[in-house]
């Protein structure tokens, strides 16, 4: 495993010695009500309850503390990174520990309490248009401005191995656990608990969740081969808009065992739900997992894989931008795909 991935196993158990006292452990959590919808026992991994509000701080803390040796004071000049928002929470708040300027390039269109929260935890905004490319271009000027270092949010090894720390907690919380249903946008978090799950259980499965109108994680298993969304997606799901990675994608490819998609509608009936069943505040993203355990189309998973852990990435919710709130009716069946 550890020459075929960018990652092994005990890269993660690093990680979780490098941040275990700098972040939470989340708790898991059930609902009786989403059991009876769905036929299964469902336990629910509450990353919104994390520092900076979604698991992204897992990943962050790691690549920021393993760039500091521990025989010498010598800083990085900055820390840069391009986010939709969680990501570059996280990156502003660890940079803030260290004592390291940080930089986020950001779409205008993230939400407004992400903007915000990036600010308020000291880090410089600088704003792009919507498109990988622009993200990508506006993050190499500052780079080469501020020669500082990049933290990928979701391709580079030490941010997708913090992330695998949330399946190591996972298989010791719900010890019976068959299947863990994980949203995917750049693949960093399902790349690393597909990566710990098979390494310490491998009869476990591993479920993408993706949005429908986001589906490149789809199309690439479908084809066998990477396969990035020809353009900016449009969804409520914004923590998920972008495409799995050079590095993201061979875990996928080999470890994770399906892909489920999902649409907006059941994306919205989903978050609602968890909002006035569970009075949980997960943002769209994370409602993008309890979806795909709901949908008519994950019906067709043998029934053996009774015990289900939903990871709900996070709970940063604009809500001056919830319009789209209404009386939650659950959306036609048959809207949903797997490969």
Same mark, same amino acid.
């Given at each position: ?10 890269? &993660? ?54 760039? +500091? ?18 990501h570059g929470q996280a990156l502003a708040y660890a940079a803030k520990l260290e004592g390291i300027p940080a930089y986020v390039v950001v779409p205008q269109t993230a939400p407004n309490c992400k903007k915000m929260a990036i600010k308020a935890y000291g880090a410089s905004i600088v704003y792009s248009e ?18 500082? +270092? ?6 580079? %090894? ?18 019976? &656990? ?80 399906? &892909? ?72 036609? %069946? ?6």
């Amino acid at each position: 495993m550890c020459a075929q991935y960018c990652i092994s196993f005990a890269d &993660v158990e690093k990680a979780r010695i490098n941040i275990q006292d700098f972040i939470h452990l989340t708790p898991v959590l059930t609902s009786s009500i989403l059991n009876q919808e769905t036929g299964r026992n469902l336990f629910f991994k509450c990353e919104l309850f994390q520092k900076t509000g979604s698991f992204k701080i897992r990943g962050v803390l790691n690549a920021i503390r393993g760039l +500091i040796p521990a025989t010498s004071e010598k800083k990085p000049k900055a820390v840069v990174t391009h986010s939709s928002g969680n990501h570059g929470q996280a990156l502003a708040y660890a940079a803030k520990l260290e004592g390291i300027p940080a930089y986020v390039v950001v779409p205008q269109t993230a939400p407004n309490c992400k903007k915000m929260a990036i600010k308020a935890y000291g880090a410089s905004i600088v704003y792009s248009e919507q498109s990988d490319e622009s993200r990508e271009n506006i993050t190499r000027r500052i780079l080469e401005e501020t020669e500082g +270092i990049m933290v990928h949010p979701n391709q580079e %090894p030490t941010v997708i191995a913090g992330q695998g720390t949330i399946a190591m907690e996972v298989l010791n919380q719900v010890p019976l &656990v068959d299947a863990l249903v994980v949203p995917v946008g750049g693949g960093g978090m399902v790349a690393g608990i597909a990566i710990t799950v098979k390494a310490l259980r491998p009869s476990v499965k591993v479920y993408a969740a993706e949005p429908l109108n986001a589906d490149d994680c789809y199309q690439s298993k479908r084809k066998g081969e990477l396969t990035p969304n020809p353009y900016p997606p449009e969804t409520i799901a914004d923590g998920v808009k972008s495409s799995i990675g050079l590095n993201t994608w061979p875990i996928i490819r080999d470890l994770v065992d399906d &892909v489920f998609t999902v649409t907006e509608d059941e994306i919205k009936y989903a978050t609602q739900l968890v909002w006035e069943r569970m009075k949980l505040l997960i943002e769209p993203t994370a409602g993008v997992g309890v979806a795909a355990v709901l949908s008519q189309h994950f019906q067709t998973v043998s029934p053996e894989v009774k015990n289900i852990c939903v990871v709900l990435s996070g709970g940063n919710v604009d809500l001056t931008s919830v319009t789209w709130v209404k009386q939650a009716e659950r959306p036609a %069946p048959y809207q949903s795909v797997s490969i």
